[in-house]
DNA sequence: AAAATAACTAACTAAAACAATAGGTTTACT
DNA sequence: AGTAAACCTATTGTTTTAGTTAGTTATTTT
């Protein structure tokens, strides 16, 4: 019942782009340098994002990727379901066991209330929500905040 | 990031016994053959149940589990928590890639919302809860409904 | 034109988690 | 004594995860 390593990576590396480029290209190297993330791990991390047309690249030298559209207008929701999938915990399909499609089963209530609540969160943070949450805490605590 | 079997087979077995039972006992083979579950994986999950006290056990012939408190006093929470760990969609241990203890990430933020809202949905779901919601929709729906 | 850079792709692999199965032992009822 | 059922431990096959490896392709820099 945990995000994988995609979802993780992928989030830290989309704030990572919105952070620290003003609208530059931003190559996976020096991303993976300072999130500290396999390079090649995080290329296949990258091809799923710009399939799914969230970032932008831009081939050889000097290229790199940019992010699709303005910080306010990536959510957490956007970059989660394309790396995880639809963040269901559980899917319809394992929801009944022996039961037949038309049927219901009670236990439905318990699933459909989680993923609910899961989307409502994830849908209504973006990257800029992100971005001015880190702004405020790295002003107003004692401890180191990172990306 | 999906709920187990564990979860899922669990949550399924502890309404079995919640409605089939009228606080008697009952056998594992008879849950697992209502609900389709392999009797021995099923005996696992009610191991763990029942070191959680969840569930007492009677053990020898007519033996069986019941349930260790009313249906309205056990918790969705409860039951997934003991057989899926503690619900947390990223661990604390996990956020933090190179960065120490002390220092933090502001992905934190995006977990603790979505970890918080699922705790939020699970401890306020009891059994009894479910029940009532069976017994409502298996008279105001036209399809069937089961455990 | 050549070299370098960086995206892109596919195939492979080690390790862990998952979903059981198998084969027993112990306890209590009939 | 026989049986039913909980209880316990080990093993197994499959799938997923988290990468690694080894390249190809496109663009810029020298």
New binding site residues.
Partial sequence: ??M???GR?GLRAMLDIAANSRGD??????IAERQN?????L??V??TL??AAIVK?????????ILADTPSNITVGQILRTLEGNLNIVDIDDRDNGVSREEKCINEYVWNRINESIHKVVDNITLEDLLNEYHKLKENSSVMYYI
């Fill in positions: 019942m945990k994988s390593t995609k990576y290209i931003v190559s996976v190297k020096s993330i396999s390079e090649s791990y290329e296949q990258f091809s710009r399939k690249s831009i081939k050889g030298a000097q290229g790199g990727y």
